[in-house]
């Protein structure tokens, strides 16, 4: 079994990331990045009554019910200050608030979206590398420019060529922060009470693009 060096601690916030096995995209159509979020949400909670597969099958009325009280009396495990899905790869920007919560979410995640990749390719065995990278944030500093990084990495990655498309890109916490789009799991302010402005948040946000895409090119020394 692989050993993790970095333990996660809870009340601590980590950088957390994970790449496809053999770097084959995940995430197929805008359905499949849907389905990501959703599960997202729901396992940030600590020991959901059903697994999302079950859930997703309820009929909408009690589908809606069902989630409406797990947000009522459900305790969360996580909290998510920001996020990034990309073609083969996750990043997280993640707070631990029960024992072993990041490792739960992560799992249940994980699981939940292989077996529907799977399902709907028609193939078997793990979708993601076998243990999830962490990084624990120790300085204000490391929290603001980690949120940056990950907010960043459709534009590094060259999945968008335009910065000024990052607001519009539906995959990422970043439309979120800007008021674009709702998810009920992100906890925004922790990074925005840096900033006196959403301005200078953005400004901050766009202000190192180039050298980040010189970063985006040794990143798989973390990656792999």
């Not at 599960?39 to 009554?49: D, T």
């Not at 008021?179 to 946000?205: A, H, R, Y």
Request: aromatic share 14%; proline share 5%.
């Amino acid at each position: 079994m692989p050993y993790r060096k970095t333990p996660l601690v809870p009340e601590q916030t980590y950088h957390v990331f994970n790449r496809s096995v053999a770097h084959q995209p995940i995430f197929l159509t805008d359905k499949d990045y849907q389905r990501a979020l959703d599960v997202l949400e729901y396992y940030s909670y600590l020991n959901p009554p059903l697994r999302f597969s079950h859930y997703n099958r309820l009929p909408v009325s009690l589908k809606n019910d069902f989630y409406k009280k797990l947000k009522q009396t459900g305790k969360p495990q996580i909290e998510l200050l920001a996020f990034c899905l990309m073609p083969n790869h996750i990043h997280f920007l993640i707070k631990e608030i029960t024992q072993n919560g990041i490792s739960t979410f992560m799992r249940n995640s994980q699981n939940s979206l292989a077996k529907y990749f799977n399902l709907k390719t028609g193939r078997n065995g793990s979708l993601f590398q076998a243990m999830f990278k962490a990084v624990r944030i120790e300085t204000d500093e490391q929290l603001v420019h980690t949120a940056r990084y990950i907010h960043l990495t459709p534009i590094t990655g060259f999945i968008l060529k335009d910065i000024n498309k990052l607001s519009n890109y539906p995959w990422s916490s970043f439309p979120i922060y800007l008021g674009k789009q709702t998810l009920d799991i992100i906890n925004k302010e922790t990074v925005l009470d840096f900033f006196s402005s959403l301005k200078q948040f953005v400004d901050f946000t766009k202000d190192q693009i180039n050298y980040q895409r010189e970063l985006d090119k040794i990143k798989h020394l973390t990656l792999e």
